[in-house]
C-alpha cells in the first residue's frame, strides 16, 4: 500500500532539551535525505542512530546539528520507514526543521495520525490505539496548535504592534522637547505616558500568563490529590483513572511520548503528580505532612481536595484549604453514602469560593458533577481561549519578564514625577527588549524607526 509520507513534532513530555520531528511513510528517508546532506540514508542499516547537520538546501544554511534515527519498515510502531530527528534546541529548533521537512514533501500529520497508521497497518490493536490517541488529543494536539501558531507569526505581530506604541511614546515624548513650537502634536504629558506604559504592561502581563497556560497544555495539569487519611484519596484516583482510561502504554515504540500519569478527563489532561505515592502507597500529605504538602502543592496547577462527610470538618481539613490557598482548588466531599456528619457551611466557609461536589465514590456517585467541574475550571477559565497567542519560548519569557520590569520602572519614576525624557529611557529599553524577541536589529532600526515617527517639516 502506498503511503503519502507525514510528518509532525513527538517530542517527549515535560521540559526535556530534546525534541522530535517524526516522519513515517515511503517518502521518510528520501526527504530526509534532502536536507542532511551529510549522510546517505538510503544505505545505513535500520534501527541505527546517525549525527548529521540538517541544511535548507534552498539557502544553504546549517540550520541544526541532530541524531537521526533510521527505522525501516517493517519493524517500526507504523510499520512504514520512520525517521526521527532529535534536535537540541527546543520548540524553535524542531520548528525550523518541522518547516523544512514539510517543505521537501512531507505532509503535517493530523493529531493521532500516526497511531492510525500503525493500527491500520495492524502494528496495534484498536484498544492500544484508542489510549495512544486519548493522549494526543488531550495534549499533543494542543501543544502541535500553539507551536503552529507562533510559526504564523501571531507572537510577532503582537510584539511588534506593542513597540510601535512604545515608540510613538517615545517619539512624541521627543518632539515635545525637541520641537516646542508645534503645538498641533498632542502633548505628551505624564499622564498619557503613565496611560500608554499601563497599556503595554498589561498586555505583557498577559502574554506572561499564558506562558503559564503553554506549558500546561503541553505537560498537562499537575494535579494533587489531597486530603486526610481515609478520605478516599485512592479510591478518587482509581475513579478518574477507569472512568478516563488512563493513558499508560507501553505501545512498543510510543514510549517516549507517553507518561504514564496522564488521564483525559474532557478533554482536559490531567497529569496525576507524585502518583507513585499515590499509587504504592498513600498521598503526600498522610507521609509528609501538611506542612511539607505545601511544597508539593506548588507543583500543582490544581488540587482535589478531599473531605470525608462521614467525620467533622477538622482542623487538619481547614489547614489543608490554607495550604492550597491561590491555587485551583476542587473541594469534594466524599462518603455521601454514609450519614454525613460534616458541617457543609464550614466547608463552604473555607472553600472560599472554591467548588464543592459531594460524591460516594463507592457508589459511584458525583462523579460526572466532579469531573464537569474540573473541565470548567480549565474550559470556562482562559485555557480555552483558542486564539489566544501562547508564549512557551524560554528566551521569550524572560525578555517578556525583563520588558515588564522596564516599564516598571518607568511608571515608578512617573510617580515620582521624574522628567519625561528620563523615563523615556525605560521606554526605549523595553522596546529593544521586545525587539529581541522578534530578532529586530535594535540599535539601527530605533533610529530609523524614530524617524519614520517623524512627519515634521516634510
Ligand atoms: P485515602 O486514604 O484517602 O487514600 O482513602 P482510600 O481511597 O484508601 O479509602 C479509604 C477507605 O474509605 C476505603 O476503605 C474505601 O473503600 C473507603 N471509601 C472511599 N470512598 C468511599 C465512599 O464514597 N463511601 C464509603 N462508604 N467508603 C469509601
Ligand atoms: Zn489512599
Redesign the pocket.
Known amino acids: 500500500m502506498e503511503q503519502d509520507t507525514i510528518a509532525a513534532i513527538s517530542t517527549p513530555v515535560g521540559e526535556g532539551a530534546i525534541a522530535i520531528v517524526r516522519l513515517t511513510g515511503d517518502e521518510a528517508i528520501s526527504i530526509t535525505n534532502q536536507i542532511l546532506p551529510t549522510k546517505d540514508l538510503q544505505q545505513v542499516d535500520s534501527h541505527t542512530i546517525h549525527y548529521g547537520k540538517i541544511v535548507d538546501p534552498k539557502t544553504e544554511d546549517q540550520l541544526e546539528e541532530v541524531m537521526v534515527s533510521v527505522l525501516k519498515a517493517p519493524k517500526t510502531f507504523t510499520r512504514e520507514d520512520t525517521i526521527e530527528i532529535n534536535c537540541h534546541g527546543g520548540m524553535v529548533s524542531v520548528n525550523r526543521v518541522l518547516q523544512l521537512v514539510l517543505r521537501h514533501g512531507a505532509r503535517l500529520a493530523e493529531p493521532g495520525e500516526f497511531t492510525k497508521r500503525a493500527f491500520l497497518n495492524g502494528r496495534i490493536d484498536l484498544s492500544q490505539a484508542e489510549a495512544v490517541m486519548d493522549l494526543i488529543r488531550s495534549k499533543t494536539d494542543r501543544a502541535m496548535s500553539v507551536a503552529l501558531k507562533q510559526m504564523d507569526g501571531r507572537l510577532s505581530n503582537l510584539i511588534r504592534d506593542l513597540r510601535q506604541q512604545l515608540i510613538e511614546t517615545v517619539a512624541h515624548v521627543e518632539v515635545n522637547i525637541d520641537y516646542p513650537e508645534y503645538d498641533d502634536v498632542e502633548e505628551m504629558t505624564h499622564e498619557l505616558l503613565r496611560e500608554r506604559a499601563q497599556y503595554v504592561k498589561g498586555e505583557i502581563q498577559s502574554l506572561l500568563r499564558t506562558a503559564k497556560q503553554g506549558k500546561i497544555l503541553r505537560e498537562g495539569i499537575a494535579t494533587a490529590i489531597i ?10 484516583m482509581n475513579v478518574l483513572a477507569h472512568e478516563n482510561k488512563a493513558i499508560v502504554t507501553d505501545v512498543p515504540g510510543t514510549t517516549r511520548d507517553v507518561i504514564e500519569e496522564y488521564v483525559n478527563v474532557r478533554g482536559v489532561p490531567l497529569r496525576l503528580i507524585d502518583t507513585a505515592g499515590i499509587r504504592e502507597t ?2 503526600i500529605v ?1 507521609k509528609i505532612g501538611v506542612e511539607r504538602s505545601r511544597q508539593a502543592l506548588q507543583d500543582a496547577d490544581l488540587i482535589l481536595l ?1 473531605l470525608n462527610g ?1 467525620e467533622p470538618f477538622s482542623k487538619e481539613d481547614q489547614a489543608l484549604f490554607e495550604a492550597a490557598r491561590d491555587l485551583d482548588v476542587i473541594a469534594i466531599v ?5 450519614n454525613q456528619e460534616i458541617d457543609m457551611n464550614e466547608v463552604t466557609k473555607a472553600a472560599n469560593g472554591a467548588p464543592i461536589i459531594t ?5 459511584e456517585q458525583g462523579i460526572d458533577e466532579l469531573e464537569q467541574a474540573i473541565a470548567d475550571t480549565f474550559f470556562d477559565g482562559e485555557l480555552d481561549q483558542g486564539d489566544l497567542t501562547y508564549v512557551s519560548n524560554v528566551r521569550h519569557i524572560q525578555l517578556l519578564e525583563q520588558s515588564e520590569d522596564a516599564l516598571n520602572d518607568a511608571l515608578n519614576s512617573l510617580e515620582m514625577g521624574m522628567p519625561l525624557d528620563l523615563i523615556q529611557i525605560d521606554i526605549t529599553r523595553t522596546w529593544e527588549l521586545l525587539g529581541e524577541i522578534i530578532g529586530e536589529d535594535v540599535h539601527e532600526s530605533l533610529i530609523d524607526q524614530l524617524f519614520s515617527q517623524f512627519c515634521l517639516g516634510k
Not at 466524599?334 to 454514609?338: I, P, S
Open positions: 486530603g486526610k487519611p481515609n478520605v478516599g484519596k485512592s479510591s478518587l498513600e498521598d498522610e478531599v462521614n466524599n462518603k455521601t453514602d454514609l460524591t460516594s465514590l463507592v457508589e
